[in-house]
């Protein structure tokens, strides 16, 4: 029995993994195919609503009419069950996401709206000074939903009932964050000055600490000062490359400094994409079988339908050391990707310093856009010579 238990623990993992593997992948129908089957727990129990909403978040990246009944019956669990009122809001939220999906924007409109209401009835009741991620993430949703339906200066509108709502203080790093976010839909959607002076937003607050922060160890700051210092490297790094693909000027090398500090943490968003991953990996030589070296980069499309209205056919991959390109491979791209995988060719040993991967998109119209992350490699790999010894 125990034997038997053992093996079905393995097995849900396994069912989990690969869960997690074809969401990351947007393959929606087998998530939501392995998703049924997993366990849900007892009606009403907080893992059974768990499950009922993450079923519904499944449905609605389907774009599934089955969504809005699943929502209905999120509604009845928590009208029936005490504890779990909070997901009231998360509800409205995923709605607007459908109607959003729909292109049903009054019925979206409408939504997210619900979904405030009761994320400011929460902030004020429990008196906070700052707007909680929760709340910021149904603005933002709100705004995504303006943008894109060519309507800045309505998501400008909602800007400024945020910051009315929050502290805007040098602490309140939710609504900084929300802002990086916020000008990367600006990007995505190329209200590029608008996109610039939501950077400078969050330039004008932190640009002084991040040069004290800048000049200290990496272990002797703060977690705060890790969050600012993250925050503005990536806001500089945003705000450069889309210099660059306004102006197709410059090597970039200059700001991406500090980006490749601790690489892990400061990954990047583009127009098209956000950097979700990027290693080295040592692998077989397909000719010698010797160990060599290959540069690997995970991409989040961030808009599956612009990717298809700009005709992008696909993607050089390219890495770059002082200033040459030491390694470049082309792909070409499915409209049903929503994880880009990129694999370089191999190369027997990588020098430490600091690398820049480039991602060139190849659009229909012979354009070419840019997607630029900074990597630190901080010895010399060499595979061949590390087994030699």
Not at 214 to 236: I, N, Q, Y
Request: one cysteine or more.
């Amino acid at each position: 029995e125990a034997q038997g238990q053992g093996d079905d623990e393995e097995y849900l993992d396994y069912l989990s993994l690969a869960l997690q593997e074809f969401e990351d992948a947007g393959k929606y129908e087998e998530a939501f195919h392995i998703l049924t089957s997993l366990p849900s727990g007892p009606i009403g129990s907080p893992e059974n609503i768990e499950h009922q909403v993450q079923l519904a978040q499944m449905l609605i990246r389907m774009n599934d009419d089955r969504a809005l009944d699943q929502l209905a019956t999120i509604e009845e669990l928590i009208s029936k069950y005490p504890g779990s009122e909070n997901l009231q809001a998360t509800v409205h939220t995923f709605r607007g996401t459908f109607y959003t999906n729909r292109d049903d924007v009054s019925n979206a409109e409408k939504s997210f709206r619900a979904a405030i209401t009761l994320d400011l009835a929460e902030h004020e009741s429990e008196g906070y000074s700052e707007l909680s991620p929760d709340a910021l993430g149904s603005f933002i949703e709100l705004q995504k939903l303006y943008i894109s339906h060519k309507r800045p200066k309505d998501a400008q509108k909602i800007a400024e009932e945020v910051t009315k709502r929050t502290s805007g203080k040098y602490e309140d790093f939710s609504y900084y964050s929300h802002l990086l976010e916020l000008a990367n839909i600006f990007i995505e959607y190329d209200y590029t000055t608008l996109a610039e002076n939501t950077w400078d937003s969050i330039l004008s607050m932190y640009e002084t600490a991040y040069k004290t922060i800048a000049e200290k160890e990496r272990e002797d700051r703060s977690p705060s000062e890790c969050s600012v210092f993250g925050m503005v490297t990536k806001a500089l790094n945003e705000k450069e490359m889309m210099k660059f693909n306004l102006l197709k000027t410059g090597r970039y090398n200059d700001v991406t400094r500090d980006l490749d500090v601790d690489p892990f943490e400061h990954r990047v968003s583009s127009k098209f994409f956000d950097t979700t991953s990027f290693n080295i990996i040592v692998t077989p030589s397909p000719d010698t079988g010797l160990p060599c070296v290959q540069f690997i980069m995970e991409l989040n499309v961030r808009n599956r339908e612009m990717m298809k209205q700009l005709k992008v056919m696909g993607f050089r991959f390219r890495v770059d050391y002082k200033g040459d390109t030491i390694l470049q491979r082309k792909y070409l791209y499915h409209s049903e990707d929503q994880l880009v995988v990129l694999l370089s060719d191999p190369i027997e040993k990588v020098n430490a310093g600091h690398h820049l991967l480039v991602i060139e998109v190849f659009l229909g119209d012979e354009q070419r856009y840019y997607h630029f992350q900074a990597f630190n490699i901080p010895t010399t790999v060499n595979p061949s010579e590390t087994l030699g010894e």
